[in-house]
């Protein structure tokens, strides 16, 4: 290649970048960093709500309203005809059939009503030759509500030893309590005696006892 045009190229070269660099040199002017500033945005808070006050209204302010009662019905009193307290008696059992011996039947007629009806030769007891012997004669059911009340009483009661020895029929004839008859009456119609006899023969005997309800047998 051309000596004289590589050095022409290496001026062009060196012109050209001369012309695009003017400050290359040691003369170029110092380089100034861009000061940043920093600023604060400060955000502003809302106003705040003031508290209100709430107001409390007394009961006794309000004025009162008149209220009307609602209409009640008139208690009046009520005629009961005498035979609702009336207990019907139960019908007889069929034919053929026996009542059970353990069974224990508690009258539901008046005192003195048909007692002893039907019976033949019915003798007093101060009447006969030999009165009735007691064999079994346990004593009566103390109530647990007189029991527990601390009431003590007692219960005469009228009944009919058949010419068996067995008690067919009884009554109350007083009591001091009615809470006493119930248990006075269960326990004499499960007594048995030895018949008592008239003319030398066991016949039926009407006799009474006494029986008594104290809260020391009761313990």
């Known amino acids: ?15 050209h970048l001369f012309a695009l660099n003017p400050f290359s040199g040691k003369n170029a002017p ?28 007394e009961l006794q302010d309000q004025p009162m309203e008149n209220v ?12 009961v005809p005498v035979n609702a307290f009336t207990q019907p008696l139960q019908p007889p059992p069929p034919p053929g059939m026996t009542a059970n011996k353990g069974a224990i039947n508690i009258p539901v007629n008046p005192p003195g009503a048909n007692f002893g009806k039907g019976i033949k030769d019915l003798f007093d007891i101060n009447n006969l030759d030999q009165k009735p012997v007691g064999r079994v004669q346990n004593p009566p059911q103390y109530p647990y509500e007189m029991s527990r009340a601390g009431i003590s009483g007692e219960v005469l009661v009228e009944f009919i030893i058949n010419a ?8 109350v004839m007083r009591s001091s309590h009615r809470e006493f008859e119930v ?5 004499v119609q499960k007594w048995k005696f030895k018949p008592g006899r008239k003319g030398g023969k066991n016949v039926s005997t ?7 309800f104290n809260l020391e047998d009761a313990k």
């Open 1 to 15: 290649m051309n000596k004289d045009l590589i050095i022409g190229l290496v001026v062009s070269i060196s012109v």
């Open 30 to 57: 110092p380089k100034r960093e861009a000061a940043v500033k920093e600023e604060i945005i400060q955000m502003e808070m809302p106003p705040l709500d003031e508290d209100k006050e709430e107001k409390v209204e």
């Open 68 to 79: 009307l009662a609602p209409p009640s019905l008139v208690d009046l009193p009520t005629v």
């Open 164 to 171: 068996t020895g067995d008690v067919v029929d009884t009554r």
């Open 183 to 187: 248990p006075a009456l269960q326990a």
């Open 206 to 212: 009407r006799a009474s006892q006494l029986l008594e």
